[in-house]
DNA sequence: TCAAAAGTGTTGTACCTACACCCATGC
DNA sequence: GCATGGGTGTAGGTACAACACTTTTGA
């Protein structure tokens, strides 16, 4: 089966970006490429979207396709379309982003995917395409997303915390997703006027040091 | 000539968004379609994207060819790409958003455009396909860019201004972009603070009543 | 007793909002 | 003299950044 046009047509292609906190540190689920071009290099989950899905239902498809992951929310971060950012030919993307709790997972190949991987954002492999571009991109806009406490995206940073936390645990994830350090002090502020934060009454135990408070998120 | 794939492909188009300060209310540009679907209904002035243009020239070339404005900045909104979007099968599009000074140019129909014409954005004809989305999308998205103040985007304010203006007439052209009024006091700190504005000294003349002090944006 | 993390307040600055009256001019 | 728009200051609230010492525990 071909198919056939009068004129032209680039090849749409959708690409997510999922980060996760892993080990402490902000990481991005990285495929490796089982085909040419950029034949066993890391990649952007992602793949061409097919006719009669919309453009987020694709690139969750591919997703799961080539990673195992489904189900999470993400969001636009944008179109790229470079003319000769891909060798084969006119290839448009649009990206999208993700933050996921990294326990949900376990990454691995699939259909056009080599091997699936996290790695921290730090300490990147070279990508594929414009690969780099689009990570710099979303890591960008994850930052401002957590920071601004847009809640629906940064809801999710309390999926990085057990039921009961930590005022440092919290500290923790919050600066990794924002990529800087906070004062302590200012941290706590913060975290106890934005969010609906509970003590529990119970304390931290098997620490090596003085007890910690345990907090709670109270959703509603 | 035609053109065969092993794959069907969607088609790509750019919108731009074009927005205006016409008698002092926020415009937007608009085309009549020349042909169907919706032909005789208003439309955001795009097209399809050719094989070897960014998707930003693409966006601009289209403006020109319908409307004869040309070389504007512009930025990207996203892309849009339901299944349902457009009546002749799978069309997604990428839509981009700009502010431009209006008497640059004189709006006339092209090629694709019956006729171009500008509308107040709170009095606008049923639009065809998703446009009405978009141009919401994209008005707000021009909101947030005025307020914050980036000042790549609101340097364009200014244009809406004479070279030596009254605080009168540049809180008229910052009230109509945000779409909302403010406190003349507070917007006087707002603008003195956030932008160098200098006074000239002089005085507005031919007003009908107390003659205005005449301020200048100082450019770098 | 020491190392390590927990915990805790204040101050200055900047920004935003709300708000009311007098002034200069043309008609 | 009156209508119209020009022009001005203050006070309260909120948010953010900077900053240092004491407490509790396990080892």
Redesign the interface.
Known sequence: M???????????TTDILVFSIRDGVLQVLLIERKLDPFKGAWAIPGG??Q?????ATGALRELEEETGLSGIPIR?L??Y???DRDPR??V?T?AFLALVPSDDLQARGGSDAEDARWFPVDDLPPLAFDHAQILADGRAELARDVTASIHDSALVAFDFLPETFTLSQAQQVFETLRGEEMDKRNFRKWLTNEWAIEDTGEKSTGGRHRPAALFRLERD
């Not at 006719?51 to 453009?55: G, I």
């Open positions: 071909s198919y056939t046009y009068e004129f032209p047509r680039p090849s749409v061409f979207v006719m009669d899905e919309d453009l636009q944008g179109a379309g470079a003319p030919g006119r448009i649009v």
